[in-house]
């Protein structure tokens, strides 16, 4: 074979996101307003969300104020009390600062779930383009394909109306024909469908835009920049955290409480000599230390859980490792799928010559050419929809790769 394969020339292109025809922000503007904002609202929320978490554990400080009246002594008296009061832990064993690092492990893994959702979307934006242009490229292979059963019944025809042959000949081209213009029709539908489901993803018109070219990804850059292993690497932080947070529910906590107060003594206080104060300080302490029954099942319920995550995040790694190596073996048979219509093509061309020279010489008829040159440009159409198939399979590698999308 001359040259290098397709599958070699992909490996030559470079693995980094600026060899790409399409940049980042272009890809991602493929999505529709709507489908865009309902990621940003999703990811705004998260944001909040997650940070309240993180604070999740600082108590309120409460402020009140009251006014009341009492006839008691006679006569309407009117007394004010406003209130500020706190009561805060500050020690649990480890639980406060568990509690702010599995916020953060929470809102992290939550953010990488969203990204994950938008590359999905869109990865079948992509796919649909692609599919768009590869039905596209299969109705001019029909096309040709028709115009050769149109000549091959004309051939058939003639040699029966001249009793070279039986009508047998002339029936299967006629059938196939048929076929194909049948195959036309459901490629159309086909077409049409895909169009529908561009319109629910996206704004832009599905012909107007740039299709980015792939090149083949490093495994090293993959493995390392897979969001999905990224996000399941938080999920076992996050319940790491969990399982510290609720073994410290169960041991000694210790919070301070603190309260100002400012109000109007009562009258049977509020004499010249009394010391009672009008503003005045509570403050402590207090060790708490919660006994419950089910304690140990609450705390196992979360190791487990943690263990859980720990091996699905194995797994996890061991499916995009293999998802990879599948991916090389397919594209390999694309590549010799691109080889074998190469060689056909070849094959026509030098036929083509062929037939030509025979035609000019009387020995065959314009209609056998017409068929060989159709043959060539119908195997040069396959190889391009291989191409696209190429282009889907490592499209399926950089969509959960972080920065390639």
Request: proline content about 2%; glycine content about 4%; cysteine-free.
């Amino acid at each position: 074979m001359k040259g290098l394969s397709v599958l070699k020339k992909l490996f030559l292109l470079s693995s980094l996101f600026a060899s790409m025809l399409v940049a980042e922000n272009e890809l991602s503007d493929i999505l529709s307003q709507d489908k865009s904002s309902l990621l940003k609202y999703q990811d705004e929320q998260n944001s909040v969300q997650s940070h309240k978490l993180e604070n999740s554990w600082i108590n309120p400080i409460v402020l009140q104020y009251a006014k009341n009246y009492s006839t008691q002594f006679g006569r309407t008296i009117d007394t004010q009390q406003f209130i500020v009061s706190v009561d805060q832990p500050i020690f649990k064993m480890g639980g406060i600062w568990s509690a702010i690092k599995y916020a953060k492990a929470l809102g992290k893994a939550n953010a990488l779930d969203i990204e994950l959702q938008k590359r999905q979307l869109i990865s079948q934006a992509l796919t649909i383009l692609y599919n768009l242009k590869k039905a596209k490229l299969q109705l001019q292979k029909l096309d040709f394909s028709i115009k050769n059963d149109n000549l091959e019944i004309e051939i058939q025809k003639e040699s029966y109306e001249n009793g070279l042959s039986n009508r047998t000949l002339y029936d299967q081209a006629l059938l196939k024909r048929n076929q194909e213009t049948t195959s036309k029709l459901e490629i159309e539908l086909n077409i049409a469908k895909l169009e529908n489901d561009f319109s629910l993803l996206s704004d832009h018109n599905p012909y107007a835009l740039s299709l980015p070219n792939f090149g083949m990804i490093e495994q090293e850059r993959y493995m390392n920049e897979q969001l999905e292993l990224q996000r399941d690497t938080f999920r076992v932080k996050e319940k790491k955290e969990n399982k510290y947070m609720t073994l410290t529910k169960y041991l000694p906590e210790i919070s301070i409480n603190g309260r100002y107060t400012d109000e109007d003594l009562n009258p049977l206080f509020a004499g010249p000599n009394s010391s009672i104060k009008k503003q005045y300080f509570n403050y402590g302490f207090k060790v708490t230390l919660p006994i419950n029954i089910n304690s140990f099942d609450d705390i196992q319920n979360a190791k487990i859980d943690y263990l859980n995550a720990k091996v699905a995040l194995n797994e996890k790694k061991k499916t995009v490792a293999n998802n990879f190596k599948l991916a090389q073996k397919r594209l390999a048979i694309i590549d010799k799928k691109i080889a074998l219509s190469k060689d056909d093509m070849r094959h026509y061309e030098s036929m083509l010559g062929t037939a030509q020279d025979l035609e000019a010489v009387g020995d065959k008829t314009s209609l056998d050419t017409q068929i060989v040159a159709n043959n060539v440009k119908v195997r040069a159409l396959d190889q391009e929809i291989y191409k696209i198939d190429a282009q889907l399979e490592l499209m399926g590698l950089y969509v959960n790769v972080s920065d390639a999308m």
